[in-house]
């Protein structure tokens, strides 16, 4: 079986490396850091207009959890109709109730605004407190494709888990592993999950084009990453762990 990768990304230019590597889709994000949230419009129009393989849009409007108040849900929902009008190939959500379960209404209502395109439950299912209930909900809605990482900080450690959620959804939704996923890994995660697509992000840093900086100042806040520099997709690593989990040499 072919598999599938969609590669993480945070901008137009990582979105096009992550195509020269190639990926066959891209999850098109901003701010990584809070683990991805809704990209620019922007953003978007760029990437839409320089590729030619699939952009999955993030729809996430803040950091933390997946309950969202009215106000943020109104905001989700503009989000994901202008990405569709720009020409986006799929989105990306989460929503929770209170009490760890898949938001049903909810995402219900996004799903129906997205159609035709495709929807993905990102890993807002990783906090669920049941992942098989969770499933089988997403199922029942029509959500095409979970991302996870089987309820554990990595894909590694929660690989049995993914392996038992492949076996549950037997073809019903796509289980696409995603978290920690790396050159070293890819191969074990690709043979022991079952899985059909992977989801990984290929990060590295790289220094920023200012000659003249003044160390004093930084634009966040104490948890901050360094400001001079950057982390940047680039195609050789996409490549390589794709090669790593196709057994190419």
Wanted: with cysteine.
């Amino acid at each position: 079986m072919s598999l599938i990768f969609e590669v993480c990304v945070d901008s137009a230019e990582a979105a096009m490396a992550a195509e020269e590597g190639g990926a066959h889709r891209v999850e098109l994000c901003s701010d990584l850091l809070e683990g991805g949230l809704t990209p620019s419009h922007g953003t978007i129009r760029v990437a839409r207009e320089r590729l030619q393989i699939g952009i999955m849009a993030m729809v996430r409007p803040r950091g933390g959890d997946f309950c969202y108040t009215d106000t943020e849900f109104a905001v989700m929902r503009e989000d994901l109709l202008a990405a569709k009008e720009m020409g986006v190939n799929g989105v990306v959500f989460g929503l929770l109730s209170p009490d760890g379960t898949v938001d049903r209404e909810r995402t219900a209502e996004l799903a129906a605004l997205a159609r035709p395109l495709p929807v993905t439950f990102h890993r807002a299912f990783d906090v669920t407190r049941d992942p098989f209930e969770a499933l089988d909900t997403l199922v029942a809605l029509g959500v095409e494709r979970v991302l996870t990482s089987g309820q554990e900080p990595s894909v590694i450690e929660g690989l049995d888990q993914i392996a038992r959620l492949v076996r549950r959804a037997a073809g019903r939704i796509i289980v696409m592993p995603g978290g920690g996923i790396t050159e070293r890994n890819a191969g074990r995660i690709g043979a022991a999950s079952g899985a059909s697509e992977l989801h990984f992000a290929s990060l590295e840093p790289r220094e920023g084009r200012m000659l003249y900086r003044n160390p004093r100042v930084f634009m966040g806040g104490t948890l901050r990453p360094p400001e001079y520099s950057q982390e940047v997709t680039r195609p050789e690593s996409v490549d390589a762990v794709i090669a790593a989990a196709t057994g190419r040499a």
